[in-house]
């Protein structure tokens, strides 16, 4: 199982941008579609953005024309650019390939 590793996440307040990195253990993310899902206390994780290996994107509609997910599979890394964030978009972001295991996610807190 391939590792994952998320970063990037903190503390912003609504309006700001957060740019959220995740990190493959070995060179295999080129070959799997990349998702980014998050998971807010009490709630169940849900999928926010998706990478296809060709390059082709989807998005919740929450998040649709604020976030942008991208990938560098030179760098194995996956990437979710957040802009115009909003107090609901706080929650644990996590990534996610074929093969891969969860990592520990990063989290991003929204402030009012």
């Known amino acids: 199982q391939v590792q994952l590793v998320e970063s990037g996440g903190g503390l912003v307040q609504a309006g700001g941008s957060l740019r959220l990195s995740c990190t493959a253990s070995r060179s295999i993310l080129s070959n799997s579609v990349m998702d980014w899902y998050r998971q807010a206390p009490g709630k169940q994780r849900e999928l926010v953005a998706s990478i296809t290996i060709g390059g082709r994107t989807n998005y919740e509609d929450s998040v649709k024309g604020r976030f942008l997910i991208s990938r560098d599979n030179a760098k194995n890394t996956a990437y979710l650019q957040m802009n115009s964030l909003k107090p609901e978009d706080t929650a644990v972001y996590y990534c996610?390939?074929?093969?891969?295991?969860w990592g520990q996610g990063t989290q991003v807190t929204v402030s009012s």
């Open positions: 996610w390939g074929d093969h891969m295991g």
